[in-house]
T-cell receptor, first 110, second 113 residues
Framework: QKEVEQNSGPLSVPEGAIASLNCTYSDRGSQSFFWYRQYSGKSPELIMSIYSNGDKEDGRFTAQLNKASQYVSLLIRDSQPSDSATYLCARMDSSYKLIFGSGTRLLVRP | EPEVTQTPSHQVTQMGQEVILRCVPISNHLYFYWYRQILGQKVEFLVSFYNNEISEKSEIFDDQFSVERPDGSNFTLKIRSTKLEDSAMYFC???????????FGPGTRLTVL
Protein backbone atom coordinates (compact mmCIF):
# COMPACT_ATOMS: atom_id res chain seq x y z
CA GLN A 1 0.00 0.00 0.00
CA LYS A 2 1.55 3.28 -1.04
CA GLU A 3 1.53 5.49 1.97
CA VAL A 4 0.38 8.93 3.00
CA GLU A 5 2.67 10.47 5.60
CA GLN A 6 1.84 13.13 8.16
CA ASN A 7 3.62 14.49 11.19
CA SER A 8 1.58 13.32 14.19
CA GLY A 9 2.09 16.59 16.12
CA PRO A 10 0.73 18.07 18.18
CA LEU A 11 1.05 21.32 16.29
CA SER A 12 0.33 24.08 18.77
CA VAL A 13 -0.57 27.58 17.56
CA PRO A 14 -2.04 30.61 19.32
CA GLU A 15 -5.56 31.73 18.53
CA GLY A 16 -5.63 33.93 15.44
CA ALA A 17 -2.45 32.47 13.95
CA ILE A 18 -2.06 30.50 10.72
CA ALA A 19 -1.81 26.74 11.18
CA SER A 20 0.09 24.89 8.48
CA LEU A 21 -0.43 21.15 8.10
CA ASN A 22 1.58 19.05 5.69
CA CYS A 23 1.26 15.68 4.04
CA THR A 24 3.42 13.74 1.60
CA TYR A 25 2.49 10.77 -0.52
CA SER A 26 4.42 8.17 -2.44
CA ASP A 27 2.14 7.24 -5.35
CA ARG A 28 2.88 9.59 -8.25
CA GLY A 29 -0.29 8.43 -9.98
CA SER A 30 -2.57 9.93 -7.32
CA GLN A 31 -4.89 12.60 -8.67
CA SER A 32 -7.33 13.40 -5.87
CA PHE A 33 -6.54 14.53 -2.36
CA PHE A 34 -8.66 15.36 0.63
CA TRP A 35 -8.40 16.93 4.05
CA TYR A 36 -10.69 15.65 6.75
CA ARG A 37 -11.08 16.98 10.27
CA GLN A 38 -11.66 14.46 13.05
CA TYR A 39 -12.61 15.44 16.57
CA SER A 40 -11.80 12.92 19.27
CA GLY A 41 -14.25 10.01 19.15
CA LYS A 42 -16.00 11.37 16.08
CA SER A 43 -16.00 10.57 12.39
CA PRO A 44 -13.91 12.25 9.67
CA GLU A 45 -15.53 15.41 8.31
CA LEU A 46 -14.57 16.54 4.82
CA ILE A 47 -13.03 20.01 4.77
CA MET A 48 -11.33 20.33 1.41
CA SER A 49 -10.69 18.42 -1.76
CA ILE A 50 -8.00 19.31 -4.28
CA TYR A 51 -7.19 17.79 -7.64
CA SER A 52 -4.96 20.30 -9.48
CA ASN A 53 -1.57 21.78 -8.69
CA GLY A 54 -1.77 25.08 -6.88
CA ASP A 55 -4.00 26.56 -4.22
CA LYS A 56 -7.67 26.14 -3.49
CA GLU A 57 -9.33 28.42 -0.97
CA ASP A 58 -12.55 27.95 0.97
CA GLY A 59 -13.17 30.46 3.72
CA ARG A 60 -10.37 30.24 6.27
CA PHE A 61 -8.97 27.09 4.67
CA THR A 62 -6.50 26.86 1.80
CA ALA A 63 -5.36 23.55 0.37
CA GLN A 64 -2.16 23.41 -1.65
CA LEU A 65 -1.07 20.62 -3.97
CA ASN A 66 2.32 20.09 -5.56
CA LYS A 67 2.31 16.88 -7.57
CA ALA A 68 5.94 17.21 -8.66
CA SER A 69 7.07 17.25 -5.02
CA GLN A 70 4.27 14.92 -3.92
CA TYR A 71 2.97 17.01 -1.07
CA VAL A 72 -0.33 18.45 0.00
CA SER A 73 -0.81 21.07 2.65
CA LEU A 74 -3.64 22.74 4.49
CA LEU A 75 -3.46 26.27 5.84
CA ILE A 76 -5.95 27.42 8.43
CA ARG A 77 -6.06 31.19 8.81
CA ASP A 78 -7.27 32.94 11.96
CA SER A 79 -7.15 29.67 13.89
CA GLN A 80 -9.81 29.22 16.55
CA PRO A 81 -9.85 26.93 19.59
CA SER A 82 -12.70 25.07 17.88
CA ASP A 83 -10.24 24.12 15.12
CA SER A 84 -8.40 21.93 17.63
CA ALA A 85 -8.75 18.44 16.18
CA THR A 86 -6.84 15.83 14.23
CA TYR A 87 -6.49 16.63 10.53
CA LEU A 88 -6.39 13.65 8.21
CA CYS A 89 -4.85 13.81 4.77
CA ALA A 90 -6.13 11.25 2.29
CA ARG A 91 -5.45 10.35 -1.30
CA MET A 92 -7.79 8.48 -3.57
CA ASP A 93 -6.32 5.53 -5.38
CA SER A 94 -7.24 4.24 -8.81
CA SER A 95 -10.09 2.13 -7.42
CA TYR A 96 -11.68 5.13 -5.64
CA LYS A 97 -10.84 4.06 -2.13
CA LEU A 98 -9.34 6.58 0.28
CA ILE A 99 -5.93 5.97 1.78
CA PHE A 100 -5.46 7.99 4.92
CA GLY A 101 -2.46 9.31 6.74
CA SER A 102 -2.25 8.91 10.49
CA GLY A 103 -3.28 12.53 11.04
CA THR A 104 -1.79 15.64 12.61
CA ARG A 105 -3.18 16.80 15.92
CA LEU A 106 -3.71 20.57 16.01
CA LEU A 107 -4.04 22.49 19.27
CA VAL A 108 -5.14 26.12 19.10
CA ARG A 109 -4.31 27.91 22.36
CA PRO A 110 -6.76 30.63 23.45
CA GLU B 1 -28.27 19.05 4.97
CA PRO B 2 -28.43 15.34 4.09
CA GLU B 3 -26.07 13.09 6.00
CA VAL B 4 -25.05 9.49 6.39
CA THR B 5 -26.55 7.82 9.45
CA GLN B 6 -25.36 4.70 11.26
CA THR B 7 -26.85 2.44 13.92
CA PRO B 8 -26.13 1.46 16.56
CA SER B 9 -23.71 4.07 17.85
CA HIS B 10 -22.13 1.49 20.15
CA GLN B 11 -22.29 -2.30 19.98
CA VAL B 12 -20.85 -4.59 22.60
CA THR B 13 -20.62 -8.27 21.74
CA GLN B 14 -18.98 -11.47 22.87
CA MET B 15 -16.19 -13.01 20.83
CA GLY B 16 -17.58 -15.41 18.26
CA GLN B 17 -20.94 -13.67 17.96
CA GLU B 18 -22.33 -12.20 14.78
CA VAL B 19 -22.92 -8.47 14.48
CA ILE B 20 -24.65 -6.37 11.86
CA LEU B 21 -23.79 -2.72 11.53
CA ARG B 22 -26.27 -0.58 9.68
CA CYS B 23 -25.89 2.51 7.54
CA VAL B 24 -28.27 4.73 5.63
CA PRO B 25 -26.25 6.55 2.96
CA ILE B 26 -27.23 9.95 1.56
CA SER B 27 -30.26 9.35 -0.62
CA ASN B 28 -28.91 10.19 -4.10
CA HIS B 29 -25.54 8.56 -3.51
CA LEU B 30 -24.74 5.36 -5.34
CA TYR B 31 -21.26 4.47 -4.09
CA PHE B 32 -20.94 3.06 -0.59
CA TYR B 33 -17.95 2.26 1.57
CA TRP B 34 -17.00 0.82 4.92
CA TYR B 35 -13.88 1.94 6.74
CA ARG B 36 -12.67 1.13 10.20
CA GLN B 37 -10.40 2.81 12.70
CA ILE B 38 -8.81 0.89 15.51
CA LEU B 39 -8.20 3.16 18.52
CA GLY B 40 -5.15 5.33 17.92
CA GLN B 41 -4.61 4.07 14.39
CA LYS B 42 -5.31 5.19 10.83
CA VAL B 43 -8.66 5.03 9.12
CA GLU B 44 -8.51 1.89 6.95
CA PHE B 45 -10.57 0.96 3.91
CA LEU B 46 -12.59 -2.25 4.16
CA VAL B 47 -14.88 -2.47 1.14
CA SER B 48 -16.58 -0.48 -1.59
CA PHE B 49 -19.97 -1.30 -3.09
CA TYR B 50 -21.70 -0.15 -6.24
CA ASN B 51 -24.61 -1.42 -8.26
CA ASN B 52 -25.37 -4.14 -5.72
CA GLU B 53 -21.97 -5.69 -5.78
CA ILE B 54 -18.58 -5.33 -4.16
CA SER B 55 -16.25 -3.14 -6.21
CA GLU B 56 -13.16 -3.71 -4.12
CA LYS B 57 -12.24 -5.16 -0.77
CA SER B 58 -9.13 -4.94 1.35
CA GLU B 59 -7.10 -7.75 2.89
CA ILE B 60 -8.93 -7.11 6.15
CA PHE B 61 -12.26 -7.94 4.52
CA ASP B 62 -11.98 -11.71 4.75
CA ASP B 63 -14.68 -14.39 4.69
CA GLN B 64 -15.95 -13.28 8.09
CA PHE B 65 -17.16 -10.01 6.59
CA SER B 66 -20.03 -9.40 4.21
CA VAL B 67 -21.98 -6.42 2.96
CA GLU B 68 -25.49 -6.12 1.72
CA ARG B 69 -27.94 -3.55 0.48
CA PRO B 70 -31.15 -5.26 1.62
CA ASP B 71 -33.46 -2.49 0.43
CA GLY B 72 -33.31 0.91 -1.26
CA SER B 73 -31.93 2.74 1.73
CA ASN B 74 -29.88 0.52 4.05
CA PHE B 75 -26.33 -0.70 3.63
CA THR B 76 -25.10 -3.26 6.15
CA LEU B 77 -21.81 -4.74 7.26
CA LYS B 78 -21.97 -8.17 8.86
CA ILE B 79 -19.18 -9.77 10.83
CA ARG B 80 -20.00 -13.46 11.20
CA SER B 81 -17.81 -14.48 14.10
CA THR B 82 -16.26 -11.52 15.86
CA LYS B 83 -12.71 -11.53 17.17
CA LEU B 84 -11.14 -9.33 19.81
CA GLU B 85 -9.17 -7.55 17.09
CA ASP B 86 -12.40 -6.50 15.36
CA SER B 87 -12.91 -3.93 18.13
CA ALA B 88 -12.82 -0.57 16.33
CA MET B 89 -14.90 2.32 15.06
CA TYR B 90 -16.64 1.37 11.83
CA PHE B 91 -17.50 4.18 9.47
CA CYS B 92 -19.86 4.06 6.54
CA UNK B 93 -19.30 6.56 3.74
CA UNK B 94 -21.06 7.37 0.50
CA UNK B 95 -20.48 9.42 -2.61
CA UNK B 96 -22.52 10.75 -5.49
CA UNK B 97 -22.37 9.27 -8.97
CA UNK B 98 -19.29 10.51 -10.81
CA UNK B 99 -18.06 12.42 -7.76
CA UNK B 100 -15.08 11.44 -5.65
CA UNK B 101 -15.86 13.21 -2.39
CA UNK B 102 -16.87 10.72 0.27
CA UNK B 103 -19.01 11.69 3.23
CA PHE B 104 -18.75 9.74 6.44
CA GLY B 105 -21.39 8.70 8.92
CA PRO B 106 -20.92 9.14 12.68
CA GLY B 107 -19.61 5.62 13.12
CA THR B 108 -20.40 2.55 15.19
CA ARG B 109 -18.07 1.72 18.03
CA LEU B 110 -17.75 -2.07 18.14
CA THR B 111 -16.39 -3.60 21.33
CA VAL B 112 -15.68 -7.33 21.30
CA LEU B 113 -15.23 -8.90 24.73
Amino acid sequence: QKEVEQNSGPLSVPEGAIASLNCTYSDRGSQSFFWYRQYSGKSPELIMSIYSNGDKEDGRFTAQLNKASQYVSLLIRDSQPSDSATYLCARMDSSYKLIFGSGTRLLVRP
Amino acid sequence: EPEVTQTPSHQVTQMGQEVILRCVPISNHLYFYWYRQILGQKVEFLVSFYNNEISEKSEIFDDQFSVERPDGSNFTLKIRSTKLEDSAMYFCASSEPFEVEQFFGPGTRLTVL
